[in-house]
Nanobody
Framework: QVQLVESGGGLVQAGGSLRLSCAAS????????MGWFRQAPGKEREFVAA???????NYADSVKGRFTISRNNAKNTAYLQMNSLKPEDTAVYYC????????????????WGQGTQVTVSS
């Protein structure tokens, strides 16, 4: 069993930056693909970014060039660096983990965190 805890959300002005963290329990963090999803009010949860256990990354078109996903296996933590934030980035951001990268990217990862709120003001 893996538990995921997100942190780093908050209120930021448009154009600003935030870094989200996802701390994972357990000894097998390095064997999991990690991902970030987000859900805005009244909208479905959508894929943001993923990183494989080999550190291959994938991004949604809407965040390419602005967001960067990374991982630190020694700290059992994944990160989402968000730059040039826009009001439309406002959402609850969720961390997910899974054995297979494609499953994580499709939203069918094995584990999910509780989410952290990101609000971007205009």
């Amino acid at each position: 069993q893996v538990q995921l805890v997100e942190s780093g959300g908050g209120l930021v002005q448009a154009g600003g930056s935030l870094r989200l963290s996802c701390a994972a329990s357990g000894r097998t963090f390095s064997s999991y693909a990690m991902g970030w999803f987000r859900q805005a009010p009244g909208k479905e949860r959508e894929f943001v970014a993923a990183i494989s256990r080999y550190s291959t990354t994938n991004y949604a078109d809407s965040v390419k060039g602005r967001f960067t996903i990374s991982r630190n296996n020694a700290k059992n933590t994944a990160y989402l660096q968000m730059n040039s934030l826009k009001p439309e980035d406002t959402a609850v951001y969720y961390c997910t983990a899974g054995t297979f990268t494609q499953a994580v990217m499709s939203g069918t990862g094995d584990y999910w965190g509780q989410g952290t709120q990101v609000t971007v003001s205009s």
